[in-house]
T-cell receptor
Framework: DAKTTQPNSMESNEEEPVHLPCNHSTISGTDYIHWYRQLPSQGPEYVIHGLTSNVNNRMASLAIAEDRKSSTLILHRATLRDAAVYYCILMGNNDMRFGAGTRLTVKP | ETGVTQSPTHLIKTRGQQVTLRCSSQSGHNTVSWYQQALGQGPQFIFQYYREEENGRGNFPPRFSGLQFPNYSSELNVNALELDDSALYLC??????????????FGPGTRLTVL
């Protein structure tokens, strides 16, 4: 039932930027795009969210395509602590539908 | 401000038994959601409660039920346990009812094993 598509896994080198893509071609006009990440043995944690405009916060940036059918989470300088499963989620009702996410590996 | 806590951390039950999992939300958070996460998969939404009323439900049978209390605590009850119920159960609290923009704060989860 997931409405998003993400690569299963990605690798990055420490201190380099990481671009995590997400496709959501069936997004509706009122759906917000949320990103959460789950570190090993922890519950998911909020990263960022947006509707139409690009968003920045202390953790990451979110770039949203003009047609909103895709988005990209950008970690500007990956650290070993960023190794996690990253979930892209559409929220338009009172529930969050997670897909399988992207497992990010950060190499020193 | 304390985070979201869950108890117990781990639990082992046998088929057919009943289980109650507990969650303590962040103070002031009126909304709590429960998720089931099977090994290697993303969390699956079970249901959400707002001010002690069910406010949304995922594709789970009625033997999954919940309660939310005025003191920001909540319970997930599962009756007639099946082997496939073995999973990590997560609760998440949020401050409002909009859902679509509220940040959810997750607990560490309860690992349930059904034998």
């Amino acid at each position: 039932d997931a409405k998003t598509t993400q690569p299963n896994s990605m690798e990055s080198n420490e201190e380099e930027p990481v671009h995590l893509p997400c496709n959501h071609s069936t997004i509706s006009g009122t759906d917000y795009i949320h990103w959460y990440r789950q570190l090993p043995s922890q519950g998911p944690e909020y990263v960022i969210h947006g509707l139409t405009s690009n968003v920045n916060n202390r953790m990451a940036s979110l770039a949203i395509a003009e047609d909103r059918k895709s988005s990209t989470l950008i970690l500007h300088r990956a650290t070993l602590r960023d190794a996690a499963v990253y979930y892209c989620i559409l929220m338009g009702n009172n529930d969050m539908r997670f897909g399988a996410g992207t497992r990010l590996t950060v190499k020193p | 401000e304390t985070g979201v806590t869950q108890s117990p951390t781990h639990l082992i039950k046998t088929r057919g038994q009943q289980v109650t999992l507990r969650c303590s939300s962040q103070s002031g958070h009126n909304t709590v959601s429960w998720y089931q996460q099977a090994l290697g998969q993303g969390p699956q939404f079970i249901f959400q409660y707002y001010r002690e009323e069910e406010n949304g439900r995922g594709n789970f049978p009625p033997r999954f039920s919940g309660l939310q209390f005025p003191n920001y605590s909540s319970e997930l009850n599962v009756n007639a346990l099946e082997l496939d119920d073995s999973a990590l159960y997560l609760c998440a609290s949020s401050a409002g009812t909009s859902g679509i923009t509220d940040t959810q704060y997750f607990g560490p989860g309860t690992r349930l094993t059904v034998l």
